[in-house]
């Protein structure tokens, strides 16, 4: 495991992010993308029963919605052991395969950072 101070001050930013929206929503996981202009996204998972989206897809949709045209950063906080295929495929969709995913516990301690590839 790797501490979260390890990281700059824009990856623990989007960490904080993604921990405070999972807790605030008491979803399973809160997300954070940072764009090439540096504006972030955060979001949770969605489970409506038209329309189920992970925390990371949302937040990359949202970037997408408000113009985003690339990804500098990504990270997802979960009890998951790895980020998903799919989450990493919608962040390389947008940020291209060298993106850094983040991988978070829910107390915020950097668990993996992998490219979006």
Same mark, same amino acid.
């Given at each position: 495991?790797?501490?979260?101070?390890?990281?700059?001050?824009?990856?623990?930013?989007?960490?904080?992010?993604?921990?405070? @929206?999972?807790?605030?929503?008491? @979803?399973?996981?809160?997300?954070?993308?940072?764009?090439?202009?540096?504006?972030?996204?955060?979001?949770?998972?969605?489970?409506?029963?038209?329309?189920?989206?992970?925390?990371?897809?949302?937040?990359?949709?949202?970037?997408?919605?408000?113009?985003?045209?690339?990804?500098?950063?990504?990270?997802?906080?979960?009890?998951?052991?790895?980020?998903?295929?799919?989450?990493?495929?919608?962040?390389?969709?947008?940020?291209?395969?060298?993106?850094?995913?983040?991988?978070?516990?829910?107390?915020?301690?950097?668990?993996?950072?992998?490219?979006?590839?």
């Amino acid at each position: 495991m790797t501490d979260s101070t390890d990281l700059g001050a824009e990856d623990r930013k989007i960490v904080t992010l993604a921990r405070s @929206v999972r807790a605030r929503n008491a @979803v399973p996981e809160g997300a954070a993308v940072r764009d090439e202009t540096g504006r972030t996204y955060a979001a949770g998972t969605v489970a409506l029963e038209s329309l189920k989206l992970s925390a990371l897809q949302t937040a990359v949709a949202m970037a997408v919605a408000s113009g985003a045209t690339s990804l500098e950063a990504a990270a997802v906080v979960s009890d998951a052991a790895t980020p998903s295929d799919a989450d990493r495929a919608a962040v390389r969709d947008l940020g291209g395969p060298g993106t850094p995913v983040l991988l978070a516990g829910p107390d915020g301690t950097l668990r993996s950072v992998t490219a979006a590839g």
